[in-house]
């Protein structure tokens, strides 16, 4: 059975970094597109970053500068490099193989059980 398997969250204060990991198990990711999404309280859970199976990214604005996303296949883990972190930063993250859409759609594609990450002023 494939999984994705997310580690690396947790809390910091506001300024710090983290690194959160997605690791696939039970299967092949390298050519798969892979994403990083969120859940902040009270809102609509959304896309944060991507990589596609060639290495092009996307990253939203909300995070651009901030955060950056990058994937070693051979570990068949996409990485998320959080720094400069602020307070807004803080939900469950979630990574996901393919990033269907924009907003989460845990129907479809693979998705990990989601990392707490906090963020304290």
Do not use: H
């Not at 690194?19 to 390298?30: I, K, Q, V």
Request: net charge neutral; hydrophobic share 30%; glycine share 14%.
């Amino acid at each position: 059975e494939v999984q994705l398997v997310e580690s690396g969250g947790g809390s910091v204060q506001a300024g710090g970094s983290l690194r959160l990991s997605c690791t696939g198990t039970g299967g092949t990711f390298d050519d798969s597109d892979m994403g990083w999404y969120r859940q902040v309280p009270g809102k609509q859970c959304s896309l944060v970053s991507s990589i596609t199976s060639d290495g092009s990214t996307y990253t939203s604005d909300s995070v651009k500068g901030r955060f950056a996303i990058s994937k070693d296949n051979a570990k068949k883990t996409v990485y998320l490099q959080m720094n400069s972190l602020k307070p807004e930063d803080t939900a469950v993250y979630y990574c996901a193989a393919p990033p269907y859409d924009t907003v989460c759609r845990f129907g479809i594609g693979l998705w990990g059980q989601g990392t707490q990450v906090t963020v304290s002023s």
